[in-house]
């Protein structure tokens, strides 16, 4: 069964971690200012930029255990998209609306994911600028509800396809909020993953919005297709990361979700005993590099070098690495 809803009538190295700064010199990516009181400042728009992702409860089959360690890779794009384009900081949704789940678990979901990430912002002095949302908070809006009767008239030539049936009242809810957050946050780049290359969304037109329908793949490739459909002239772009690797046996998946099915390690699971209790496989070699480029090597990005021993493999380097990254991520090692 889809753990998607059909949902009817929605309107609904051993060096300290430093804060964080989006404008600090060239060269110097580490800032001594002290960390600002406040843990989470939600920007209203006033003319700012941001940099926007969104993350799940679950995939459309079964509920998420926890965040994966390569929602890493999009934390640090993000920051590092927030520097190069001069944005005001970055805008992570965490998608609580339209998942088959018991409320008792719902809660939960929300509750652990929403408490790792501000773990994380503290950890990291990134509380200038990582905001985070929740969905649900807006959605009894009066300016949500027209946006989602907005896109509900703009979809409905797609009414009658058997896959807009089943997921259309959901794909409508996914649109509407990426609309509400690009007029009341003023994001102007949403960055989310995606498997092998898709075609330019420069332009969708009704047939590549029908033919994306009925592939039937509920991916963010096609919720932003969508987007386009509906909001050609919006001043919105997409960047992509790559997606979450299967350790055992290649498949992608979400960055972000990791369900019972996967062999992908969470972003609480110590990560250095995690993989040395894997067999050598093509499979773990593509996960370790996708770890390297996507974490590692944007960590040093934002955050400079990080010292390992000269005498260990390239492989137990990247190992160390991650075990650093992860231990300043979760507050394992002093800062």
């Known amino acids: 069964m889809s753990n998607v809803k059909n949902i009817k009538g929605v309107c609904p190295g051993q060096r300290s971690v430093k804060p964080w700064s989006k404008n600090g010199a060239e060269g110097d990516k580490w800032c001594d200012s002290t960390r600002p009181q406040s843990l989470i400042n939600i920007m209203e728009g006033m003319g700012m930029k941001m940099i926007c992702f969104g993350t799940g409860l679950a995939s459309s089959k ?23 384009h001069g944005a005001d900081g970055v805008l992570h949704e965490i998608g609580t609306v339209g998942y088959n789940v018991s409320e008792k ?16 912002i503290q ?38 396809l058997q896959n807009f049936q089943l997921y259309g009242e959901y794909t409508i809810i996914q649109i509407a909020q990426m609309r509400y957050l690009y007029c009341t946050k003023n994001t102007m780049i949403k960055l989310g993953w995606i498997v092998g290359n898709g075609p330019a969304l420069d332009v969708i037109d009704t047939e590549k919005a029908e033919m994306l329908i009925n592939q039937g793949k509920l991916n963010e490739y096609y919720f932003d297709s969508m987007y386009r459909y509906c909001f050609p002239d919006d001043d919105f772009s997409f960047i992509y990361t790559t997606a979450g690797i299967d350790i055992i046996d290649g498949k992608k998946y979400a960055p972000y979700t990791v369900t019972r099915s996967q062999r992908r390690p969470l972003l609480t699971d110590p990560i250095k005993p995690y993989l040395l209790k894997i067999p050598e496989s093509k499979h773990k070699r593509e996960a370790l590099k996708n770890y390297e480029n996507n974490i590692v090597l944007n960590w040093e990005n934002l955050f400079g070098e990080i010292d390992t021993y000269n005498h260990i493999s390239a492989d ?20």
Do not use: W
């Open 316 to 335: 137990e380097k990247l190992v160390t690495k991650l075990q650093f990254i992860q231990d300043r991520v979760l507050g394992a090692c002093a800062a």
């Open 123 to 160: 950890n990291l002095g990134i509380e200038n600028v990582y905001n985070v949302v929740l969905s649900h908070s807006y959605h009894a809006s009066d300016l949500f509800k027209s946006i989602f009767q907005e896109v509900e008239l703009k979809m409905f030539p797609f009414a009658n």
């Open 105 to 120: 678990q719902h809660s939960r979901l929300i509750e652990q994911q929403q408490n790792l990430i501000l773990n994380m």
């Open 62 to 84: 079964e509920e998420s255990r926890g965040f994966g360690l390569e929602l890493l890779g999009m934390v640090l794009k993000s920051l590092i998209l927030t520097k190069e």
